[in-house]
């Protein structure tokens, strides 16, 4: 039996101060035989359905079947253990993968660090006007400098705040509450594959914030060296990765398109608005 | 205030002696200006994103949009309550869906009322050689008839020493072992929407077993009137209902046949039989 | 059928800005005949060991006798919904509670109302030397003015910095990030009894921050009349409520105390200080 | 670095055929001046507790700390995989532990094996009159072989028809309908430590079924010497293990007969004849 983490990267800096750590996985101890930890999620599914039928391939084969079929429970017999930091705005978005087990820093217990988050000078976003969760562009570097000082003297000001009231002896509990969200928290968080797998597709999506996006990726890349096959099927599969998912409309679009041998881009029969939009998106990934 | 319920159909049928029920729902009384229980997702939604921003649409328009983006979390706000009975076969798969909160009748308690499934008489299946899973049509009537009868003897038979174990004053929770799976149970089952599509996708698909689907159907039956505007946004977009799922390599082959101007089917990029399958099936129902 | 909600108290005003709005329950209609929703647990419990049985005594006996017993499935058969508006500080404490279902206003979304949090000017607390979570009496008043002063300086000056910036139309993402953690936020919160009465034994505990269990506290007073079987239960078994719960250690010295018909306090055999002084209190409860 | 799971015992056998396998577990790899994998859930702990402040003694007082106050999400952060093989009866009572991830075999994929549970001679059980998921001794030898072959010959029977039935090549998942509840199944079942222990308390608990027992107490035997602290503890305190719960009405009858120097076993005040049954032991266990 060999360490799977043995030779791997353990550990990647993400935003100014924060980083995610890969603490432990399950399987750890990997047979001499294999390269990856795929292995257990062919076992575990072998439990399942080879039992008096003949072997299902490879488990190459067999977890790409799984994935595309939607038989996630295999993929929930792999477990992951990160230690993270990040600021609080990002935590608040990630703590809401109810299926994550949790211990993170109390600021009850403990004296919150002295560190906030800074967004790099040429990563101030302008405000989308379409997209109310999205950005447009950034301003331009006066504006960024003028923002960013904004951002840490405010920062600065609350921590001192807050440490001139622990001076005081205020209990933590209470005089933490003039820390900003920026204030960089910490976390144990373990999750199975399946699940971190479904937090990865809407996490690394395009449509994610983009600060708590680098922690998604960060997760990635640590652990696609682990389970290197389950994350290609992924990737070709996931309707938010490689794949795609046709509505009932779209179809009958396409279906109109190519029987009238009419390859032009063709409507879609809804009076939405946004609807059209996404349908003139996949389209032009399909190639119409 | 109205009761959702008045006049809605409550209760189907399943299979032989089963039932699904619906005992009561989430939002239950609805305001008078309102014609389905959509509303409450909607209400939830916009605690979420209205706030300080012009109002999204309408509800259908933002129920429409919430399920496309897959922002589940707001169907997670509409919870229904199910009386079923069913075999413990069938009662065995629905268990698998763990967000479901249940109390079922119990064996060591009370005594299994002498219920039993068994097949129609045209619905005695020949094994799929090729799906593990499916079906290959139906015994002829004469084999059909023999096989029933034998269900029919065997299950009679089981009862039987079931109830004769009961009355030597056998502990209930060891009688029961000799009982068949067709053995009926029943339980109270409760879910919220979000989870209860999720399960509707699943079982009401064809790959789901045939008894089974019987349940998931009426299920769907009884909540289509009460929450109509999320059934048909379903319907229209989930990828085992009106939609479809494309695979990367799948994307690319639908590139290549356009750009070529050759709408013949073209092959994927996959040397796995399966995959390929999937794929002509899908191009079909694209126009391919 | 009647509204279970009709005549009760449906909204609790908590510290300053806050609330807790009982949204819906289920059930929400219940028969003439009965007086609160606790007949439906009794339904559902009595679907799982009621039948081919005599019947268990009244829904009281059998409510009280599955609390007793940690017969709590039976319990999530009630699900309610709350809408709630608290400072994050006090969010971030609920969210923990994985088993809620949760839609909260948005920050990438909607810009942030302009209230937060601040402590009565009689409730500026002293960190407790002993317990790290807690306190240990107030600020005179000249400390709790000054304190007060800067809580509220510093949080006007952080929403001023975020509507400046909101102005400059930097994103809402982005701009947020100097909040402070009192900034009040607002949520619908679905949640079954069982998992409910688990979360108010842990967040009315007075180990719980002062500023959730008032959350907490508000939850009870809104449920206590719908479903008051349940909660004189809960009332008289429940570890963190009327009653205790003992170790072995525990046990040992009271038999050792019985026994040497000597009624001091006896010892406990441990040499962790915290675990002699949970015994101490313990033991006063029981009239040692 | 060392493997946690070497010279540990990491299977037992179960009833006539069953099994229950540890196929692994998180922490797998420990430093080697550690002697157990407790130290994983110290370590989440002080990510929470100990930051800014005096070391909380030692792993040993810190996790019985933990387990005192019901701090419970330390114990999350350890995960056991196990392979497991048990009657159906005793599967469809484990799944109720939705916790736990789980992969079975299915009998829609695969033939069930030709494998039956069948009770010992010495254990073929009378029912209870008080309680009725209980036993209240044996059946004589006579009575007893009767039985055992009725349950043989029937098991025997059902299979034989089953077999039948695949044989005439009738879909699998119809011909199982026929087996008996005492059919073995297996399936891999992943959990974390808290649910687990939670598990352990109801499973390996009198009023558990002794067949599903025999499971709990296998699992409880192998993780004992991969967490030993943590299983003291548990042991020392859960209500159902060394430990127990007052009810207030328990603790008023106790102040009672202490302030009454009476320490005659006083009554507690209600009517309900199972409440005062279960002060009676109770009161026993403490030594009046």
Redesign the interface.
Known sequence: ?K?ILDNKNKEIKCLDLGFVKIV??????IPYTEDSADF?IA???R???????KKI?NDR?LI??LM?S?HT??F??I?F?F?MKM???VA?QL??H??A???????????M?DEY?L?PLDD?????EKN????DGN?DIN?SEN?LN??HL??E??FN?YK???Y???????A????????YT???W?I?LHNLLHFLS?RCDEHS?KETREYAEAILELISPIVPITIEAW???D?L???????????EA??????G?N?QLFDIDSN?K??KE?WVEKAK????
């Open positions: 039996m360490d432990d996985c399950m399987p750890r101890l257990a076992e575990a599914a439990c399942s359905y080879q039992r008096g039928t391939s084969g790409r079947h595309r939607c429970s295999p929930e017999q477990e253990k230690h600021p609080i705005f608040r703590i809401r109810r299926s087990n949790v211990n993170e820093l109390s600021g009850r217990f403990s004296e660090p988050f967004p101030i976003r302008i405000q989308s109310k969760q999205g950005s301003f504006n923002i904004s951002i405010s920062s000001n609350s705040l001139e009231f622990l005081l002896n205020m209990t933590r509990e209470q933490r509450i003039v820390l900003p969200l920026n204030t910490e976390w144990y373990k199975d809407l914030q990737e070709d599969y309707r990765r490689g794949g795609i998912s046709l509505t009932k409309l779209e179809i396409i279906k109109n398109s190519l029987s041998q390859l939405n946004r609807e996404e990934k399909l190639g119409f």
